[in-house]
């Protein structure tokens, strides 16, 4: 059975850092690996999408890897800003079918 | 503007009195599927349907019912709901299985509270 893990849960950091969120996921036979932003009370936002094929994706300040093998993916966000405060998921669709396992999020606060 | 769009947002209902989530999307999607949100215990599939008329269970679907009698539509029905139904549900969709890059949509979500 597929687990996502997203460690640490929480994050707090001043304005300006470079930041790495990492996940974690037990099996390797995805589809893709999706990253979400959730806002408190929420939907979820897709920021990045990766195909199994693909070894990264970058979108503005965003950059996301896969490395599949190895069962990792890490959400590197640049000069992060207080607007970036926000819960931020990672999902993983099963190769095979159509389901999406996610990790249970990592709460980051960018203080000004 | 593609999107999935649901109702309502928020709904406080009691315990046993038959409640119906919408869920409809736009951007001629096979696939969708919900999805419960509780502290402590993430995001767990309910129900998912690959296609009109093809519907199966997820992790959770214990006390949940769906139907897809059209390709845009994916109504999540509660016929009892009990206060551990109390929750943040989300709705989603995706192109399908021939076509997942473009990922996963979903909704804003429907808070709903069974008391």
Known sequence: KQEVTQIPAALSVPEGENLVLNCS????????????????????????????SQREQTSGRLN???????GRSTLYIAASQPGDSATYLCAVAQGGSEKLVFGKGMKLTVNP | EAQVTQNPRYLITVTGKKLTVTCSQNMNHEY?????????LGLRQIYYSMNVEVTDKGD???GYKVSRKEKRNFPLILESPSPNQTSL???????????VPYGYTFGSGTRLTVV
């Open chain 1, 25 to 52: 996921f037990t099996d390797s036979a995805i589809y893709n690996l999706q990253w979400f932003r959730q806002d408190p009370g929420k939907g979820l936002t897709s920021l990045l999408l990766i195909q199994s």
């Open chain 1, 64 to 70: 996301a890897s896969l490395d599949k093998s190895s």
């Open chain 2, 32 to 40: 969708m599927s919900w999805y419960r949100q509780d502290p402590g």
């Open chain 2, 60 to 62: 959770v679907p214990e």
């Open chain 2, 89 to 99: 549900y989300f709705c989603a969709s995706s192109l399908g299985s021939t076509g």
